[in-house]
Nanobody, 120 residues
Framework: VQLQASGGGSVQAGGSLRLSCAAS????????MGWFRQAPGKEREFVAA????????GYADSVKGRFTISGDHAKNTVYLQMNSLKPEDTAVYYC??????????????WGRGTQVTVSS
């Protein structure tokens, strides 16, 4: 599946951004989708993910209560609403899709990433 992320940008601490990720190429299959991020000098880390049917959703501890992942099957799109942003949220955010309807292990497909910069 091809993934196209958008919605990144620059915002001050305490602000909000909404990332979108549109999937194409495997529209008749069920697959979990989620978000990862990579800050300069750090490894890529898990942010949030949801099963295809939305029955299971997971968040990194660092974003719980501030970020919300949601999906629109009709548009094959997953969203990441980010509120109360902090400078430590600054990173390149990557959309990802698993090969199965439930997220587990390493995603199979990755988008190119979108930059999020939070200034203090």
């Amino acid at each position: 599946v091809q993934l196209q992320a958008s919605g990144g940008g620059s915002v001050q601490a305490g602000g909000s951004l909404r990332l979108s990720c549109a999937a194409s190429g495997r529209t008749f299959s069920s697959y979990a989708m989620g978000w990862f991020r990579q800050a300069p000098g750090k490894e890529r880390e898990f942010v949030a993910a949801r099963d295809w049917y939305g029955g299971r959703i997971g968040y990194a501890d660092s974003v719980k209560g501030r970020f919300t992942i949601s999906g629109d099957h009709a548009k094959n799109t997953v969203y990441l609403q980010m509120n109360s942003l902090k400078p430590e949220d600054t990173a390149v955010y990557y959309c990802a899709a698993w090969a199965t309807a439930q997220y587990m292990g390493v995603p199979r497909d990755w988008g190119r990433g979108t930059q999020v910069t939070v200034s203090s």
